[in-house]
């Protein structure tokens, strides 16, 4: 079976001291903790290449505007967190096998092309904004954005769908889900095998809401870290020590390999206050 695991996106704002459980979502399928940290690397080199301003205010904005006074329901850094799911997505449709899956039907009739023409269309009769800093990642991320702004926009799905779900369909050509990162539910199923969190750190001083890094920890399906000596003793007493120990051992060299230091939430309560949101129940 397919690795499925459940992701946490936390928003820490060093100003304020504030942080939050800004985004969650399931991904079905290559969700092993070495894909974790590929995703983590993928993050901070967009980071690196745009000097951690990301186009994040295209997605409140039109949040905001699609949402009106149920935006302020959304947890805090909700925006920010949400955008990098907007780009692990465009990271997954622009794999090779996403983008040749309907290469036996004509250009005209692919939905693929269709959705991709409306938005195009879209943007350029309304005048979007491109600022896509002329990454390819950044470019399909806003267009999702615009998706949202234009042709696929909330008033549309909002007796179907929650709003995740809403984010989520603005990442697909059709309605189907496949595997992939999949934004829809607000509790994290029974089928994981890991829990992994990324830590945002967003600071004011340079540019509204600048990412600073981003750290990750890797956990069970438990929430135990899998770097941790509890971990290490629940696996040599069960099943599945050999496998346990050479993944961790694994992991710890690509850490190391990447020159990443694993964060915990552990660590995150002892300098920030986590917001419990009601968004999530």
């Known amino acids: 079976m397919s690795t499925r695991a459940w992701y946490e996106y936390y928003v ?26 590929a995703e ?56 090779w096998w996403k983008a040749n899956r309907h290469r036996d039907i004509p250009k005209e009739e692919r939905p693929d092309y269709k959705y991709a023409f409306e938005i195009g269309r879209a943007m350029k009769l309304r005048g979007f904004p491109i600022d896509d800093h002329n990454d390819k990642f950044i470019g399909l ?46 509790k994290a199923p029974g089928d994981i095998s890991f829990i992994h969190r990324y830590f945002i750190f967003v600071s004011h001083k340079r540019a509204p809401r600048s990412i600073e890094d981003i750290r990750l920890q890797v956990c069970d399906d438990t929430e135990i870290d899998v770097f941790s000596d509890e971990a290490l003793k629940k696996w040599t007493a069960g099943y599945g020590d050999k496998w346990f120990r050479d993944m961790r051992a694994d992991l710890i060299q690509q850490f190391e390999k990447a020159e990443e230091q694993p964060y915990s939430l552990k660590e995150a309560v002892k300098t920030y206050q986590i917001e419990r949101s009601s968004f999530w129940g």
């Open 40 to 95: 983590l690397l993928f993050f901070k080199e967009i980071r690196e290449k745009i000097g951690g301003v990301f186009p994040v205010h295209l997605l409140d904005d039109m949040l905001q505007e699609q949402l009106g006074p149920a935006h302020e329901e959304l947890p805090s850094g909700f925006s920010t967190a949400c955008y990098l799911f907007l780009l692990q997505r465009a990271a997954e449709e622009l794999r």
């Open 141 to 186: 991320a806003n267009a999702f954005v615009a998706s949202g702004k234009y042709v696929r926009p909330w008033a549309h799905y909002c007796l179907r769908f929650n709003v995740l779900q809403w984010i989520q369909i603005l990442t697909q050509d059709t309605m189907e889900l496949d595997m992939s990162s999949i934004a829809q539910s607000f």
């Open 12 to 37: 820490l704002q060093s100003e304020t001291g504030h942080a939050a459980l800004s985004m969650q979502f399931y991904k079905w399928g290559d969700a092993t903790p070495e894909n974790a940290l």
